[in-house]
């Protein structure tokens, strides 16, 4: 009952040698069949002892020193002259370990890898080298996929980040991974739905690859666009908005700051001292300009790519930029953000205090956690001297990512100064309150999935907003109107497949070096 793989031979006795446990053991039948002709034998030629590494005892390492028998093969026409008698559950054919401990690494490995892995076995009494547990794994066999789920999930990982992807599928109903193409071209998933009838439900991001290989391999599933990519486009989308009313930022400045220090608001375009001079600068205005006339002229984007020599996306985020101005500042202010803005108020403290040496403030900025050079705070500390004290503190407006992540946050769940803060901004511009009034519908259709009954309604009045950065979301929607439609209306969704995407970058880390695609193949879908 304890020990069953051994039911078959005869013990003579167990012993212990240093931190390892010894069982002395024989085989007890009296033939063996020839493992090339299946013909019984029972003339033996010789016999020799097997050491076998087994599953623990006690903490303790157990090796099998089995006698086994080598026996003639009693068929003329048989090419083996002799073979050895095998142990079913024991012995196989080389082999330097028991099935029981082979089993045991091979999963250590599949979840560990092998550095890891290999610390592990040493643990369990049953130490292998990291080199000899990924043999394992590249020996386990490739899994067949003979039939594709009823829902399956698709999505893309990267094989090596920036140059070759590839693409998972997993089963949405099991959350189990189903199979890995090593390329995520529309061709391949195509051909793999062809190969594999029966899907009926596909779930995948926006992107147009899988789109066009489901249509074509499985045309009679029905397409699923993920909510979770929507609702991060819609954030994109939000983010733009913000930016192009920057100029209101400035009424979430608290009713407590001193009213002398706080500055004027910005206008639409920053006044020419506060213009941006330079190389950069005037190639980024230049090339506003010509994009802008040729779009006017009715060239597509494609077009302006090819004369100009831009990427798409570059021409993409000029087209949407009122002016040039919006590509040339990051706060609204017409000022490039430094470094030293966190450490501004205690510089000011210490300058008020009588510290004006850039060098000692510069050493204490260090301790604070500083790591540029003293030469940045000389030229920061400039604008403090010829007056008795540094200037009062300005407020600063909250940066575009606060303000688009307080208007994509449910309201109830806002700390109350937020609250306070985006309720300012909303009452100073109207165009983004009716922004935030999208939001909100929009998650009340996601959360609610009543995406067949309001999407419609809903993408007319976000156009009718007048929004450009909403006009070009919706443009989105309605470019792949069927999936999103079933996204917000019915329960599936990608989240087991990025789940499992995420699952892969781990790997990938921990096999730094040695994860090539069978490798890391045979650890995503073999492993528990």
């Known amino acids: ?59 303790r390492e157990v090796v099998i020193c089995l006698t086994v028998r080598r026996f003639f093969c009693l068929a003329p026409e048989c090419a083996k002259g002799t073979f050895a008698e095998q142990v079913d559950g024991l012995t196989s054919k080389n082999a330097r370990r028991t099935p029981a401990v082979t089993a045991v690494l091979e999963a250590v490995a599949l979840a560990l890898g092998g550095r890891a892995g290999a610390r592990l076995s040493g643990r369990l009494a049953a130490a292998v080298s990291r080199m000899t547990l990924i043999r394992l794994v590249r020996a386990l066999p490739d899994p067949a996929v003979s039939t594709s789920p009823r829902v399956l999930g698709v999505d ?43 899907t009926e439900v596909i779930c995948r991001d926006r992107a147009g690859v ?25 954030a994109e989308a939000v983010e733009r908005a913000v930016s192009r009313h920057r100029q209101h930022l400035h009424a979430a400045v608290t009713e407590q700051a001193d009213a002398a220090a706080l500055a004027p608001p910005p206008p639409d375009e920053p006044p020419p001292e506060a213009r941006r001079t330079g190389k950069i600068p005037g190639r980024t205005r230049a090339r506003h300009a010509d994009v802008h006339r040729l779009l006017a002229e009715g060239r597509n984007y494609r077009q302006v790519t090819a004369e100009l020599g831009l990427a798409r996306n570059t021409v993409r985020r000029f087209a949407r930029a009122a002016s040039p101005e919006e590509l040339l500042v990051n706060d609204g202010t017409g000022r490039q953000p430094s470094i030293l803005d966190e450490h501004a108020a205690y510089l000011r403290e210490r300058w008020s205090a009588g510290c004006t040496n850039a060098a000692q403030l510069h050493q204490e900025l260090r301790d604070r956690g500083y790591q540029g050079g003293p030469s940045y705070v000389r030229q920061y500390l400039a604008r403090f001297r010829g007056t008795g004290a540094g200037p009062a503190p300005v407020p600063a407006p909250p940066k575009f990512r606060a303000v688009t992540a307080w208007i994509m946050t449910r309201p109830d769940r806002l700390a109350d100064d937020d609250r306070a803060s985006l309720d300012a901004i909303l009452n100073a511009s109207p165009e983004l309150a009716a922004v935030a009034a999208a939001v909100r519908a929009f998650a009340v259709i996601m959360n609610e999935r009543r995406g067949r009954k309001l999407l419609e309604p809903w993408m007319n009045a976000a156009i009718a907003t007048g929004d450009p950065a909403l006009k070009s979301f919706v443009t989105g929607l309605r470019a792949d109107q069927d999936a999103v439609t079933n996204g917000l209306s019915l329960r599936w969704s990608s989240g087991a497949v990025e789940g499992h995407v995420n699952r892969i970058k781990m790997l990938k880390r921990q096999m730094y070096g040695r994860a090539g695609p069978d490798l890391l193949r045979r650890r995503v879908l073999l492993a528990d």
Not at 213 to 234: C, E, F, I, K, M
Request: hydrophobic share 35%; with cysteine; proline share 4%.
């Open 1 to 59: 009952m304890l020990l069953p793989h051994l039911a078959d031979v005869e013990v003579d006795g167990v012993s212990l040698a240093g931190r390892s446990v010894r069982v002395m053991a024989r085989t007890r039948s009296s033939s063996a069949a020839c493992p090339e002709c299946g013909t019984g034998s029972r003339r033996v030629h010789s016999r020799y002892e097997r050491r076998l590494l087994d599953t623990a005892a006690g903490g």
């Open 156 to 198: 893309e990982f990267a094989l090596r980040k920036g140059r070759r992807y590839g693409t998972l599928m997993v089963d949405v109903e099991t959350r189990r991974p189903v199979d890995i193409l090593d390329d995520r071209s529309s061709d391949s998933f195509a051909a793999w739905l062809a190969a594999r009838p029966g």
């Open 210 to 234: 899988y789109s066009d290989g489901g249509n074509r391999g499985a045309p009679g599933a029905l397409q699923v666009a993920d909510r979770w990519h929507l609702w991060h486009n819609l």
